[in-house]
């Protein structure tokens, strides 16, 4: 079928944005640069998208962390001592790799934007901020193999090396301030603590604070439970859990007060109750909570359970990642059949552990006392776990748990199968809504750059890599390309060609899918039936469609 001249497709420019927002990026430096320049290209230069800068940075990053923790258990006798000599030899290869950058940064300081414009590139660098910064960070550790230097005084000076994170940091924070220009400190702060287009890098890093001290408190929850671990590094856990609760409760207060810049949040009261509500305000609560009670209520309640709860604090995690959203969708949009499973699952239960209670009791009284503790053994069976702890011995009790357990093997598994089933088609309709959004996207034929950071986002949570989208695209552009036509021709005119006819009667069908994915089912045929406007045929085909739509 020939395109009509009227029909716009997609500009190169806005296909770009999409395979740029979308896809991994491509280096393109020249192997046929000098030495310098190319070391530079691939290692420093933040304006080469692809190359390793941001690796390179990250890894000195998680290196400086790393180095703060070995030099707070330092001052654990009892971890220092029997280790002291991997201490050094840590210590060695972190000096080596901070030398090895600042090195690094000195020889390539004629190629950074920053200098090169100087007489003396090289000398420019030395007195930078970020290159005494460096420099501070490995000087105690030659200054020490030159004068005597206290040992206490010594790793206060190599606290020093925490500051080579505002390399990274002071970007972000200029890049916040200029997208933030002329706002309020709430909007500031909404910004901060909330995904937006205003955020950049310092709210990305912001999420990595949170998530760090996420897994640092709980990781800290865990060894407190082991006693001899817990015994050397009491008063360190319970200073660690302080900081992280400062730092969780500054965060929750800050997402409450500002949270009325979002969308259905903007009411001063209503608004930040409504969000207090909100799944992940309550977990952010419930992070903070067990300390607080325990810390007020303890001379009048022992409540040092609660500090398990503690352990809740990784469902902050939760936040970043939009795998559970989809999972709630499709355990909400499923409950009605999982339920009935489920209610299938306990009526089986409760009779085989009624059974087994009345073939076992007189053989085994005291492990099918009563009908309760045979329930444990009728889930056991059924679950094909089989601990052996409570087994039936009579010829009628054994028969019942060979049948159990060949009947466990498939209720059990069923709502798992209904579950990736489920979640699996939801992940389909969330597609055939990004089809539609792109179908939409493309009437004026061209994609701007908002809409391809729509695209990337979307493409991101659903796990679409760039061939995938450009699928999608291509299917959307088609479909408006037969739209626009057979839209010219009458009804009668198509159905003369078999060819336009399956043509049109595709595009039909794929905007009553549509229709189908984005339109409430139960909402839909309320009203249908309330204003009688459409016949028992046609709410029969939409039941179809849409039944056709969620198997």
Request: proline share 4%.
């Amino acid at each position: 079928m020939n395109t009509p001249r009227d029909v716009v497709e997609p500009s190169d420019e806005g296909m770009d944005r999409i395979r740029m927002a979308t896809a991994t990026p491509t280096v393109k430096i020249g192997s046929g640069l000098p030495l310098r320049k190319w070391l530079y290209s691939w290692l420093l230069d933040p304006t080469i998208t692809g190359n390793f800068q941001k690796g390179f940075d990250r890894w000195i990053g998680i290196l400086i962390v790393v180095n703060l923790f070995v030099m707070l258990f330092e001052h654990v006798a009892a971890v220092y001592e029997p280790n002291k000599h991997w201490f050094h030899w840590f210590d060695v290869f972190s000096v080596v790799v901070f030398t090895f950058e600042y090195g690094l940064r000195f020889y390539l300081a004629p190629e950074d934007h920053e200098f090169q414009g100087r007489k003396s590139p090289r000398f420019g660098y030395i007195k930078s901020p970020f290159a005494i910064i460096d420099f501070l960070a490995v000087a105690p550790f030659y200054l020490q193999s030159l004068v005597p230097v206290d040992l206490r005084v010594l790793r206060a000076l190599r606290l020093l090396r925490i500051l080579k994170l505002f390399r990274v940091l002071i970007p972000a924070i200029k890049d916040f301030v200029l997208a933030n220009a002329g706002r309020s400190f709430r909007q500031k702060m909404h910004a901060l603590v909330f995904p937006s287009s205003r955020g950049g890098a310092l709210h990305d890093f912001f999420d990595l604070f949170i998530a760090f001290w996420v897994v640092i408190s709980v990781i800290a929850v865990v060894l407190e439970s082991v006693q001899s671990i817990s015994y050397i590094l009491h008063l360190e856990f319970i200073i660690l859990d302080m900081v992280a609760v400062m730092i969780f409760t500054l965060e929750y207060c800050m997402r409450i007060y500002c949270c009325v810049e979002e969308p259905g949040f903007q009411r001063a009261l209503s608004g930040r109750l409504k969000q207090a509500k909100t799944f992940s305000s309550v977990i952010d609560l419930l992070a903070i909570a067990p300390f607080f009670l325990e810390a007020l209520l303890h001379h009048l309640l022992d409540l040092r359970f609660l500090r398990v709860f503690r352990l809740l604090r990784l469902l902050k995690l939760t936040r970043y990642t939009n795998a559970t959203q989809t999972l709630t969708k499709v355990i909400v949009r499923e409950w009605p059949v999982m339920g009935a499973s489920a209610f299938v699952m306990l009526l089986l239960v409760v009779l085989t552990a009624s059974l087994g209670y009345l073939f076992e009791h007189d053989a085994q009284p005291e492990k099918f006392e009563n009908i309760p503790q045979s329930i444990y053994w009728a889930v056991i069976t059924l679950a094909s776990v089989g601990y052996g702890d409570i087994s039936p011995v009579t010829p009628a009790g054994r028969i019942m748990t060979i049948l159990l357990a060949l009947m466990g093997i498939g209720i059990f598994a069923l709502p798992a199968a209904l579950l990736g089933s489920a979640f699996t088609d939801q992940l389909q309709k969330e597609r055939e809504a990004l089809r539609g959004e792109l179908y939409e996207m493309l009437e004026d034929g061209v994609i701007s750059e908002e809409e391809a950071a729509i695209i990337a986002v979307k493409a991101k949570r659903l796990h679409l890599d760039e061939d995938e989208v450009e699928v999608l695209i291509e299917q959307a552009r088609l479909a408006r390309e037969v739209r626009n036509d057979l839209s010219k021709l009458s009804v009668q005119k198509i159905s003369q060609t078999p060819e336009h006819a399956i043509e049109h009667y595709r595009s039909l069908i794929s905007e009553i899918r549509q229709l189908a994915i984005l339109t409430d089912r139960e909402q839909f045929e309320s009203v249908a039936k309330r204003l009688d406007r459409l016949t028992q045929s046609e709410l029969a085909l939409w039941r179809q469609i849409h039944g056709a739509e969620a198997a």
